[in-house]
């Protein structure tokens, strides 16, 4: 015995959201169903909007229902500096840890040729425009320390061989408030690797 | 900064779904807007439909779009057996351990009169009905073993007082499999209390 089809269906569904399995999605559409139709129906419309209208930002390609985004569209922004990250989340933290005071450009995703994921898939070709219709100076390439962020930062650099372009990365180290005795080898080593003189103030 | 503001409102509403905190309502917006737009519109449709067209069986009261849910339709089950749980994953549970030939009952809920669910807010009177127009023998009472569970048991017996009809609660003791030494005291005194002859079998 099981639920009604419809009840199934529902279910179903529910598991294309990440880190649902079957038992979270009967809870889910039964709390739905059972105290929450309100909530539901709201869930609903506002999904449907939102796969309808949220797009990428035409300059920084991050989401967005407008067609530039707030950040883009702000004065306050150092014109001459562009932080390439592979998502929107990345984007949000970077912002959120402050500090940063530059522009941005989204990838989402980095390269994985086996994926057939190439550079037009990751809008390396809107980059290359960006850095020729903008005054930027430095480009930070913020993809994440796993080995295919590394491919695609190291790609990237490759294209702007000989251009007037700063490229930096992210440092790496130790985490903050971490202890040594739990950090990973190879973290460890890149500390050792990259360690700065001590300023002692 | 953050998302746009419908992104937000996404990350917003996906939070009626049960155990979603701001993290994993933002991890499911970015998942569905980013990788599974198709999925996300699945879920909107079926989601939509199933707020629409499910309801309560007009027997058992479980959720169902039909007018009577199969399990009621079936010519299979024994009409003189009656057991009344609390929700329809109650009713699910009880079907997959097998062995309950009889009939269902949803309550969707239990007596709680400080939150002002009374009688009629889990069916009683239609309840009532059925136990007068039905050729029911036995009524087991399987609402949770919980304070609110024991008292709307009590308050069903109290209704069918002299009534020819023969209740029943599930019987309480340690879990199988459990061990004693992590079964709570409450459980254990019940299971001494209710202690069965040993058959040695």
Redesign the interface.
């Known amino acids: 015995?099981?639920?009604?089809?419809?009840?199934e269906?529902?279910m179903?569904?529910?598991r294309?959201?990440?880190?649902v399995g079957p038992k979270?999605a009967?809870?889910?559409?039964?709390?739905?169903?059972?105290r929450?139709?309100e909530?539901?129906?709201?869930?609903?419309a506002?999904?449907?909007?939102?796969?309808e209208?949220?797009g990428y930002c035409r300059r920084c390609r991050t989401?967005?229902?407008?067609e530039v985004?707030?950040?883009c569209r702000s004065t306050r922004r150092d014109e001459r500096v562009l932080c390439v990250v592979e998502?929107?989340?990345d984007m949000?933290a970077i912002?959120?840890a402050g500090g940063y005071q530059g522009q941005y450009f989204v990838l989402?995703g980095h390269l994985s040729p086996l994926d057939g994921v190439g550079p037009e898939d990751i809008g390396l070709d809107r980059l290359e425009t960006r850095l020729a219709e903008e005054p930027i100076e430095e480009l930070i390439l913020a993809t994440n320390p796993t080995v295919e962020g590394e491919a695609t930062a190291h790609y990237i650099a490759s294209q702007l061989q000989g251009r007037p372009i700063r490229l930096s990365r992210l440092a790496y180290g130790v985490p903050m408030g971490g202890e040594l005795e739990y950090v990973d080898g190879g973290t460890l080593s890149r500390a050792f690797l990259g360690r700065q003189p001590f300023a002692g103030d």
């Open positions: 015995m099981s639920f009604s089809p419809l009840v269906r529902l179903e569904s529910l294309v959201l990440p880190g979270t009967q809870r889910m559409a039964l709390h739905l169903l059972e929450d139709r909530g539901g129906r709201r869930l609903t506002v999904l449907g909007e939102a796969l209208a949220v989401l967005t229902e407008e985004c707030t950040l998502s929107p989340a949000l912002e959120e989402h």
